[in-house]
């Protein structure tokens, strides 16, 4: 059964902390990437990483860094985290290659800064 | 630039069939996606088109033309359970980032 996993269900942080979100895939996939979902806005692409060390910026980096030191680990860093990052944060792995190129999902990290 | 759009809200009887719409402008094109999210879940994957045409898969179908960048999502036969909101997804670019519409709540009426 595949599967990816994300450390947390549920998170609460305080304003300025450094937040670390980790995301595990056990697929052997080389695509990961990191969305955050809010009501009215669908998920928007933070960041993703084709390969190990590799990546590239989404469509809202800003506040964001991440980290791919490992194929199965993808980790999502708030350098000082702030009240309007406070959402739902996917994880999903995906293969290389053309055809049906199915990305799964994590459970999902609801983070509330406060 | 890249924009993906979709009907926010869709409501459907029971029974009957329902489109849901996505158009697409994207850098490159490797596959269009549909998952289905119920709440509080992740979303789920439910079919995959990259050439034009009709994929059926059961009581859901995915209709893709590129040329239009136009894809729908056919649910027949809706049930209850079938109220989730409905993910239009791209696969573009070299390393197929995958970008997406802001979802259509589909809420599905006795």
Redesign the interface.
Known sequence: DVKVTQSSRYLVKRTGEKVFLECVQDMDHE?M?W?RQDP??????IY?S?DVKMK?K??IPEGYSVSREKKERFSLILESASTNQTSMY?C?S?P?G???????????TRLTVV | GQNIDQPTEMTATEGAIVQINCTYQTSGFNGLFWYQQHAGEAPTFLSYNVLDGLEEKGRFSSFLSRSKGYSYLLLKELQMKDSASYLCAVFSGGYNKLIFGAGTRLAVHP
Do not use: P, W
């Open positions: 695509n990437f969305y009215g806005l669908g998920l928007r692409l993703f084709y590239e989404g469509d996917l999903a995906s290389h053309t055809g049906n190129t199915e990305a799964f999902f994590g459970q999902g």
